[in-house]
């Protein structure tokens, strides 16, 4: 059951994130296949189709990187802007890049 009152416009986003939820698993294989809520239009209902997609294409194609990103965000200044030359050669020197690494389609990135 829906807990946001129909006439909100947080209902149709409501409906919308929980379509592409099932159809993510509906194409993983985690859910046999679910019709969209009729009250989504086209235009909306092809967008979750085709964000659903690239999300479980993103899923399939794991990429596995060696760099600890908990650490390396932790090193990164909150809210920095503009370039500090000083403060990117020293996080170059802490953590070397590893490589070129070209991504064709969407990913997501283990570390």
Same mark, same amino acid.
């Given at each position: 059951?829906? #807990?946001?009152?129909? &006439?909100?416009a947080?209902? *149709? *986003? %409501?409906?919308?994130?929980?379509?592409?939820?099932?159809?993510?698993?509906?194409?993983?294989?985690?859910?046999?296949?679910?019709?969209? #809520?009729?009250?989504? &239009?086209?235009?909306?209902? /092809?967008a979750?189709?085709?964000?659903?997609?690239?999300l *479980?294409?993103?899923?399939?194609? #794991? /990429? !596995?990187?060696?760099s600890d990103?908990?650490?390396?965000?932790?090193?990164?200044?909150?809210?920095? *802007?503009?370039?500090?030359?000083? %403060?990117?050669?020293?996080?170059?020197?802490?953590?070397?890049?590893?490589?070129?690494?070209i991504?064709?389609? #969407? !990913?997501?990135?283990?570390?």
């Amino acid at each position: 059951m829906n #807990p946001i009152p129909a &006439d909100w416009a947080l209902a *149709t *986003t %409501h409906l919308a994130s929980d379509y592409v939820s099932w159809q993510f698993c509906s194409i993983v294989g985690a859910m046999p296949k679910v019709l969209p #809520p009729p009250e989504l &239009d086209i235009v909306l209902l /092809v967008a979750c189709c085709n964000l659903a997609w690239r999300l *479980t294409d993103a899923y399939l194609n #794991p /990429v !596995t990187i060696n760099s600890d990103l908990v650490c390396y965000s932790e090193a990164l200044h909150m809210q920095e *802007t503009g370039i500090n030359s000083w %403060h990117k050669e020293s996080l170059l020197e802490q953590y070397p890049p590893g490589g070129q690494l070209i991504l064709e389609r #969407p !990913t997501v990135v283990l570390d």
